[in-house]
């Protein structure tokens, strides 16, 4: 839905209404969509919003029909795909770049391009009449082959005008130095990429909003140049950074960056100063506009300082973090605001589940860590296990408003659900290797979808609690579903 809703945004489809910002209108008008059926939502994040969605196939046909003779987009290599009705290209989106598919986009006249959407490959790709100076919209998400291609990345600093550039997992190195000439340029994602380091002149990108990089589960990072304080009035989302000091953004510089509404670290340098700096800058940020926290921290000697803020982060709707957290931060009962929370499975604990079950607008509650991040997590599930006397409660009343659980274990203790539990509850999803079983299911009310997934082959025990639950769902007013994951 974001990726949508930017491209939108960077079009000019949507602007600012009634004294709200562009992307709560843009996120209003996509909601409408889909209230009016309009638009499917086929997966939701846990967040409760819509992650992707559909559109019918009918009426899908109709939009692009209707798209194609007012010359709104021309769609090449899919069995959409229709002749244009004039020799001016707007939007163009290739679904396929076969040679046969090369050919014709070679053939059209791409002079007016402002739109520009490849699928798949780019190495069958020339362009050779597009003007790059024309696009403001250019998404290659998921396409290969930038070192076979005749799309460069220099052509990139070119397109002097392009306000939305998305490079996800494709395999770039790089931007362009020269970055800083896309004046009006709004989001810049890499996410999933080779680029680990933005070019010094990023700090020049006067419009600068949304700067998404990184890969959480290969744990790769993005560095910030030095001159990146450039960008502090513009930018609202930075992800995926790396904080050190030397001769990239410092953690005491984050402080500037008061318009920031979302900052994900997935990597901070293991120094006392970083520590206190970063602590400050956060405190600092949550007085303005901070709303969206996420910290990666792999050894947890950053977590361990978090009590030490002189105030609190109170105004965060969303809060992640991972690494070995055996103790909540004492302020995380205070965060009643909070509405999805995400944290290492090493704090599942009945004891600091007790604590969450006060936070009045908690919608999505996710304990989640792999053997492969920490080869010591088994040890210490197996210790939470035993402190908790074998059992996982959630307790009669609590949790007021959550609608999604999630745990992702290698070994998932007894979870036990007393009567009048988390009233509003609405799906489960657990993902383990060992699951020793799932008490009290019929007294969550409202309970649609359990999604249980094994990773491995199961174990008899296991597979013998399994069958019990397919056997009580059959009955049951809600679903239960068991998926497999095999590793190599």
């Known amino acids: 839905m974001k990726r949508l809703t930017r491209r939108w945004i960077a079009e000019g489809f949507v602007s600012e209404k009634q004294g709200l910002s562009v992307e709560v209108v843009a996120e209003t008008c996509f909601n409408q969509l889909i209230e009016r059926k309009l638009i499917r939502a086929v997966e939701h994040n846990s967040s409760g919003r819509v992650k992707s969605c559909q559109v019918h196939d009918m009426v899908l046909e109709y939009l692009i029909s209707k798209a194609a003779e007012e010359d709104f987009i021309t769609v090449v290599g899919s069995h959409w795909s229709m002749p244009t009705h004039s020799n001016k290209v707007r939007r163009l989106s290739v679904h396929s770049s076969d040679s046969k598919r090369a050919q014709h986009v070679d053939s059209m006249n791409l002079s007016h391009v402002r739109s520009l959407t490849v699928f798949e490959s780019l190495d069958k790709l020339h362009f050779k009449s597009l003007k790059t100076r024309m696009v403001q919209v250019l998404d290659l998400q998921g396409c290969r082959g930038f070192r076979e291609s005749h799309v460069k990345v220099s052509d990139i600093s070119e397109m002097v005008l392009l306000k939305y550039l998305c490079l996800r997992s494709t395999d770039i190195k790089y931007l362009p130095r020269n970055i800083h000439k896309l004046k009006y340029l709004e989001t810049i994602d890499i996410r999933e990429t080779g680029v680990q380091r933005l070019p010094a002149t990023v700090g020049k990108l006067q419009r600068i909003k949304n700067i998404l990089g990184g890969d959480k589960r290969a744990r790769k990072t993005l560095k910030l140049p030095r001159e990146f304080k450039g960008t502090t009035r513009t930018l609202r989302i930075l992800s995926g950074v790396e904080i050190a000091e030397g001769s990239t953004t410092a953690a005491s510089d984050l402080k500037y960056f008061t318009g920031l509404r979302k900052l994900a670290i997935y990597k901070i340098h293991q120094n006392e ?180 997934t094994v990773d491995g082959k199961r174990s008899e025990p296991t597979k013998s609690i399994l069958d019990d639950l397919k056997e009580v769902s059959v009955s049951s007013k809600y679903t239960v579903i068991v998926n497999e994951s095999h590793h190599d």
């Open 273 to 452: 100063d970083i520590f206190r700096d970063l602590l400050s800058s956060i405190q600092y940020l949550t007085g303005y506009s901070l709303q969206t926290l996420k910290i990666d921290d792999e050894s947890s000697d950053f977590h361990k300082t978090l009590d030490s803020m002189s105030s609190y982060p109170t105004d965060l709707s969303t809060l992640e973090l991972s690494g070995m957290l055996l103790k909540l931060p004492l302020w995380i009962k205070e965060l009643h605001r909070l509405v999805k929370l995400t944290l290492s499975a090493t704090a599942l604990r009945t004891d600091n589940l007790k604590v969450l079950s006060n936070l009045g607008s908690l919608f999505s509650l996710t304990f989640s860590i792999s053997e492969e991040q920490d080869p010591a997590l088994g040890a210490i599930l197996q210790r939470n296990k035993s402190e908790s006397g074998g059992e996982i409660f959630f307790p009669a009343g609590k949790f007021s408003k959550l609608k999604l659980l999630r745990i992702f274990v290698p070994l998932l203790p007894l979870l036990n659900f007393s009567s009048k539990a988390v009233p509003e509850l609405e799906r489960i999803e657990l993902r383990f290797n060992r699951l020793e079983g799932l008490h009290g299911m019929e007294n969550l009310e409202r309970l649609n979808d359990v999604l249980l």
